[in-house]
């Protein structure tokens, strides 16, 4: 199963570091028959893009909780057999048990630069959008507005040196 993970530049460090990494609350993204469910159409790969969005958000409240951290949103993307369904969480929520090794990881998605200053304002709002207040709606939209860029797992040393 492809499974997003939400992340922060420095849990990319540790994972290349160590060579592994264990998924805060083992919280992971995926295409589950519950978020398959909820669109009325999209294809797979039009589903685990929305499960991929839904991992990005995650990361946003990982960079709220810690002011250090760069303002990039990261979503790491792994292939497992190790995650079950959470129908108690969001349509996509699935749970890793386990680490994840560097050698599970199909690709890393990291915003550029120009997103900072909106990554940072939606990381410092995004429980009052979550709540519906429509000024937050608008500020974390900001940041949904930029895209991730695709990083493969044997380039994320040259990545990271870059940073």
């Known amino acids: 199963m492809r499974v997003y993970l939400p992340a922060t530049i420095d849990m990319l460090r540790k994972l290349v570091s160590d060579g592994k990494l264990q998924p805060i609350g083992g919280t992971g993204f995926a295409l589950t028959p519950a978020l398959r469910e909820s ?11 929305a499960a991929l969005l839904d991992a990005a958000r995650a990361s946003l409240r990982l960079l709220g909780a810690d002011e250090k951290e760069r303002p990039r949103r990261v979503v790491i993307s792994v292939d497992t057999e190790h995650a079950t369904v959470r129908p108690d969480l969001d349509a996509a929520a699935v749970k890793v048990s386990g680490p994840i090794l560097l050698d599970d990881i199909a690709a890393v998605h990291v915003d550029a630069e120009e997103a900072e200053d909106a990554v940072r304002a939606a990381a410092e709002i995004i429980d009052a959008a979550d709540l519906g207040d429509l000024d937050a709606e608008f500020t974390l939209g900001e940041a949904e507005d930029h895209e991730l860029a695709w990083y493969a797992p044997q380039e994320l040393p040259f990545l990271l040196e870059l940073l």
Do not use: A, F
Not at 39 to 49: A, F, N
């Open 39 to 49: 669109y009325v159409s999209g294809d797979t790969e039009e589903l685990e893009y």
